[in-house]
């Protein structure tokens, strides 16, 4: 009988080896083409490429916040001076009607005074002739002497007569002097007239030239403004060009983060049917070897006159620590991820992830009693993502010893234990996969003390 159970024992071991041996090809490669041909790249390589394009991305959106924020600026000092040039383009107006309205008063103070010019040499005309005529009696009278004067009196009947022609002599030369003066003093006050319109003139000349530098002045400082509006015009036509380019730049990165993450799907897609298969045919071909051994050693049995009951490997020999645990994953020693902060959050437990450990065997690293158990996840594969099974754990096992103490087990391809079920330190309680949201086969291995996460490595080492 104790030959029995040492045969027992070696064909639990070499079933076990080659169950570890084998598994270590079932883990998916990534070496193959994706449906989008973007070349042999891994999951992780594109995934990296992702998250640097993200970074990017984050990039050129803040450069788009930004020439977004500078053009509305421009646009606002533009729409600052559109205002500033609708003013001064109706102050140049104004100035303009004014211009117009002297220059109308100029005129006509010009032919006012080239009126009175006419009348005053027209006047003066008059004046010459008189003169000139009472110049000619004057010079008669004082040719002929006191004839004209005889020659007046002698032919007249009566005194009365004689006092009447005398009379009118006086009044004519009376008359002529006084329309003299009369055209003389029209002349003055024409003169005069022709002053103050002159004066007004030259008024009306200083305010057009005054309201003429007015406008020159507003001239310029419209050019200035105008000059402004177009060097505004040209930085929002740069930043729209930016913004445009800067735009499609992050279409672009948009566009192929698409396609990788339309890849990787793809991949994923691909490795998990590839280790589906792998996984079944390893399986039937374990069973087929199981089914042989226990064949060899039923006979054998037979042979030594002995009684033969199969079994399966539940237990695997561990040596617990000082603390009283022992490592989780037997033959697998490899820490990919530790106890700590990690991408942001907090890992609560450590990962151990060595090549070819997917199917490998799980065991209670405490004896206790189970008080969880996940085992409804089907989605064991890789991925960058949570499928949201057992709250990312996938399919996973928890185990209370003595009340203080708890483990957990995530990321199982299945568990082999059940809720309320009591396991020995050591004992397989289910084989390591990739469910739950796993980047590749692991085992997530959790310490928890009165419920509160603490780092494994200080219970148990490889």
């Given at each position: 009988?104790?030959?029995?159970?040492?045969?027992?024992?070696?064909?639990?071991?070499?079933?076990?080896?080659?169950?570890?041996?084998?598994?270590?090809?079932?883990?998916?490669?990534?070496?193959?083409?994706?449906?989008?041909?973007?070349?042999?790249?891994?999951?992780?390589?594109?995934?990296?490429?992702?998250?640097?394009?993200?970074?990017?991305?984050?990039?050129?959106?803040?450069?788009?916040?930004?020439?977004?924020?500078?053009?509305?600026?421009e646009q606002q000092y533009q729409s600052v001076l559109t205002e500033q040039i609708t003013v001064i383009q109706d102050n140049i107006a104004l100035l303009n009607k004014e211009i117009e309205s002297l220059n109308n008063d100029i005129n006509s103070a010009k032919d006012n005074i080239?009126?009175?010019?006419?009348?005053?040499?027209?006047?003066?005309?008059?004046?010459?002739?008189?003169?000139?005529?009472?110049?000619?009696?004057?010079?008669?009278?004082?040719?002929?002497?006191?004839?004209?004067?005889?020659?007046?009196?002698?032919?007249?009947?009566?005194?009365?007569?004689?006092?009447?022609?005398?009379?009118?002599?006086?009044?004519?030369?009376?008359?002529?002097?006084?329309?003299?003066?009369?055209?003389?003093?029209?002349?003055?006050?024409?003169?005069?007239?022709?002053?103050?319109?002159?004066?007004?003139?030259?008024?009306?000349?200083?305010?057009?030239?005054?309201?003429?530098?007015?406008?020159?002045?507003?001239?310029?400082?419209?050019?200035?403004?105008?000059?402004?509006?177009?060097?505004?015009?040209?930085?929002?036509?740069?930043?729209?060009?930016?913004?445009?380019?800067?735009?499609?730049?992050?279409?672009?990165?948009?566009?192929?983060?698409?396609?990788?993450?339309?890849?990787?799907?793809?991949?994923?897609?691909?490795?998990?049917?590839?280790?589906?298969?792998?996984?079944?045919?390893?399986?039937?071909?374990?069973?087929?070897?199981?089914?042989?051994?226990?064949?060899?050693?039923?006979?054998?049995?037979?042979?030594?006159?002995?009684?033969?009951?199969?079994?399966?490997?539940?237990?695997?020999?561990?040596?617990?620590?000082?603390?009283?645990?022992?490592?989780?994953?037997?033959?697998?020693?490899?820490?990919?991820?530790?106890?700590?902060?990690?991408?942001?959050?907090?890992?609560?437990?450590?990962?151990?992830?060595?090549?070819?450990?997917?199917?490998?065997?799980?065991?209670?690293?405490?004896?206790?009693?189970?008080?969880?158990?996940?085992?409804?996840?089907?989605?064991?594969?890789?991925?960058?993502?949570?499928?949201?099974?057992?709250?990312?754990?996938?399919?996973?096992?928890?185990?209370?010893?003595?009340?203080?103490?708890?483990?957990?087990?995530?990321?199982?391809?299945?568990?082999?234990?059940?809720?309320?079920?009591?396991?020995?330190?050591?004992?397989?309680?289910?084989?390591?996969?990739?469910?739950?949201?796993?980047?590749?086969?692991?085992?997530?291995?959790?310490?928890?003390?009165?419920?509160?996460?603490?780092?494994?490595?200080?219970?148990?080492?490889?």
């Amino acid at each position: 009988m104790e030959k029995l159970n040492i045969f027992k024992k070696t064909l639990s071991c070499v079933i076990g080896t080659a169950l570890t041996i084998t598994l270590i090809s079932v883990y998916p490669s990534t070496t193959g083409k994706n449906a989008h041909n973007v070349s042999a790249q891994s999951i992780a390589e594109m995934q990296e490429q992702i998250n640097a394009n993200k970074g990017k991305i984050t990039e050129l959106q803040s450069e788009l916040d930004a020439l977004a924020g500078n053009k509305a600026q421009e646009q606002q000092y533009q729409s600052v001076l559109t205002e500033q040039i609708t003013v001064i383009q109706d102050n140049i107006a104004l100035l303009n009607k004014e211009i117009e309205s002297l220059n109308n008063d100029i005129n006509s103070a010009k032919d006012n005074i080239d009126n009175l010019n006419v009348s005053i040499e027209n006047q003066q005309k008059a004046i010459d002739e008189k003169v000139e005529l009472f110049k000619q009696r004057l010079c008669a009278m004082y040719v002929s002497g006191n004839d004209n004067l005889a020659s007046v009196v002698i032919g007249t009947s009566s005194f009365y007569d004689i006092m009447s022609r005398v009379e009118m002599v006086n009044r004519i030369a009376s008359y002529d002097e006084e329309l003299i003066n009369d055209i003389l003093g029209e002349i003055d006050s024409m003169e005069e007239d022709k002053k103050s319109l002159e004066s007004e003139k030259l008024t009306l000349e200083m305010k057009v030239n005054e309201q003429n530098k007015r406008k020159e002045e507003k001239s310029s400082e419209l050019e200035n403004l105008n000059e402004k509006m177009q060097q505004t015009q040209a930085e929002i036509d740069r930043l729209a060009k930016e913004e445009a380019m800067t735009a499609e730049k992050k279409a672009e990165l948009e566009a192929m983060n698409n396609e990788f993450n339309a890849a990787i799907e793809a991949e994923i897609q691909r490795q998990a049917e590839e280790a589906q298969r792998r996984y079944e045919e390893e399986q039937a071909r374990l069973a087929q070897e199981r089914a042989a051994a226990q064949a060899a050693a039923s006979q054998q049995a037979a042979q030594q006159g002995q009684s033969y009951t199969p079994s399966t490997p539940a237990y695997v020999p561990v040596a617990p620590s000082a603390s009283g645990f022992a490592w989780p994953a037997p033959g697998f020693c490899y820490i990919s991820s530790g106890y700590g902060p990690r991408w942001g959050s907090f890992h609560g437990g450590i990962d151990v992830g060595d090549g070819g450990i997917h199917g490998g065997r799980a065991v209670a690293s405490k004896a206790g009693t189970v008080i969880q158990v996940c085992n409804s996840c089907t989605h064991d594969y890789p991925k960058d993502g949570s499928c949201g099974c057992g709250g990312g754990y996938g399919n996973y096992v928890v185990i209370s010893h003595d009340g203080t103490y708890s483990t957990v087990y995530g990321h199982l391809a299945s568990a082999a234990v059940s809720v309320g079920q009591y396991v020995e330190q050591g004992q397989v309680i289910g084989y390591i996969g990739s469910t739950g949201w796993s980047t590749g086969a692991h085992l997530h291995f959790e310490v928890r003390v009165n419920g509160s996460r603490v780092d494994p490595l200080g219970y148990v080492s490889p």
